[in-house]
């Protein structure tokens, strides 16, 4: 793993530009490499075996004047190498409105400006803290991501696409289990999102919907007044038992169809991936993302 530290950058004027490299292992190079000192900002370019590149004008874009910056992580748009791969993954990162970039925080697709890309400022870097330094199979963007929201922080993305970001079958991210990810990802969801709503539905009475549903805490389940779908097979059954539960009886959940559900909801649906079937439903209810519902798939 190759880290670009951060350093004041004379040719654009810029504290926090990208310059330099050192391979080193992924967790320690953050915690030795990402320290504060003489700049204002922090530049992180992560390249697996050289595969990644910040473009030369990056860092004035990224650090262009008026930016807010003492508490955001400000990303850019990336170009993906070769360039039919991760092709769902790349036009989420490249399309995501600015609002969406804390609402979609939630997704399967982790942090919604790839960590290549980050820039900060030292000071809020400090407060957020080091990366997690476990090692292979550790999501340390997606931990320091959530850690980063936690604590109040925001996430600007510059529209321009500035990273050539190739995929590649070794790269470490494919160390990092989807179980891990997935526990994760359910408890910042019940611990950032889930305290605001007295009850919520789950959309998808499928694998996915369950699954959420059974992850959940027995206090969280409780909220679940429903599942809602389209398919007409789960919707006639009428409602979904809990086999696993200790309770007696055994909580059966409704289903029902999306049309006769009330928010919020918690979408457990992949998006384009039904020629906007699901999108066009969603749009349809005319609800506002973030307060009706969140997307979890």
Known sequence: MCTHVSRPCASHGLPGAVIGAQCVAAGPSRRKELVPGPGLGLGEQTLETGTEGLRTEAPAHLWRPGLPRS?????????????????RYTRWLNQLE????????????????????????????????????????????????YEHLRKGGGVVRVDRSLLMYRYHPAAATHAVLETTIWTLRVRFLEEQALPRWATFTIWNAGRQGRRLYRSLTAESRRKV????????????????????????????VPVLHFRAARPPFVICVKLDLTGGAVEDNLRSLHLREGRDFLHFS
Not at 71 to 87: D, F, H, L, W, Y
Not at 235 to 247: A, N, V
Request: proline letters at 11%; hydrophobic letters at 30%.
């Open 98 to 145: 600015p609002g969406q970039l804390l609402t979609q925080a939630f997704t399967s697709h982790g942090p919604t400006v790839p960590m290549p890309t980050w820039f900060c400022s030292r000071a809020w870097f400090s407060h957020v803290g080091p990366f997690d330094e476990g090692g292979r199979g550790v999501p340390e963007d997606l931990l320091f991501f």
């Open 71 to 87: 508490a955001k992580i400000i990303g850019c748009q990336v170009q993906r190498e070769p360039p039919n791969s991760t092709q």
């Open 225 to 252: 007044v429903a599942f809602c779908d389209v398919d007409e097979n789960k919707i006639q059954k009428g409602f979904y038992c809990h086999e696993e539960s200790q309770e007696r009886p055994k909580p059966r």
